[in-house]
């Protein structure tokens, strides 16, 4: 089984960038999909962007999209998120998850999920 590790996250101010990685042990992460997902206080945890076991294939939620870049290093088994142009909603507690299946945008398909790192942006 996967274990997953997600660090990265920090306090920027709006407009700003930061890269999370989410780094896996025990399995090779490549046989995975690996999917980002974020939790604010009061909010439903919600679907930030997954990526294909080659890299090839990616999605986006729409309050994300153009923004953040989800990518992949299976050679160094980890999994990216660039988050650019940062705002305040995006204020969150983020998990990378893993899925030995389809994944999807559901949290519930994923059954392997990392600690979690905090992202605080400042208006």
């Known amino acids: 089984q996967v274990q997953l590790v997600d660090s990265g996250g920090g306090l920027v101010q709006a407009g700003g960038s930061l890269r999370l990685s989410c780094a896996a042990s025990?399995?090779?992460?490549?046989?995975?999909?690996i999917g980002w997902f974020r939790k604010a206080p009061g909010k439903e945890r919600e679907f930030v962007a997954e990526?294909?076991?080659?890299?090839?294939?990616?999605a986006y939620a729409d309050s994300v999209k153009d923004r953040f870049t989800i990518s992949r290093d299976n050679a160094k088994n980890t999994v990216y998120l660039q988050m650019n142009s940062l705002k305040p909603e995006d204020t969150a507690l983020y998990y990378c998850?893993?899925?030995?299946?389809?994944?999807?945008?559901?949290?519930?398909?994923?059954?392997?999920w990392g600690q979690g790192t905090q992202v605080t942006v400042s208006s």
């Open positions: 998850a893993a899925d030995a299946g389809g994944g999807g945008r559901s949290w519930s398909a994923y059954p392997y």
């Open positions: 025990g399995r090779t992460i490549s046989t995975y999909m």
């Open positions: 990526i294909s076991r080659s890299g090839i294939t990616t």
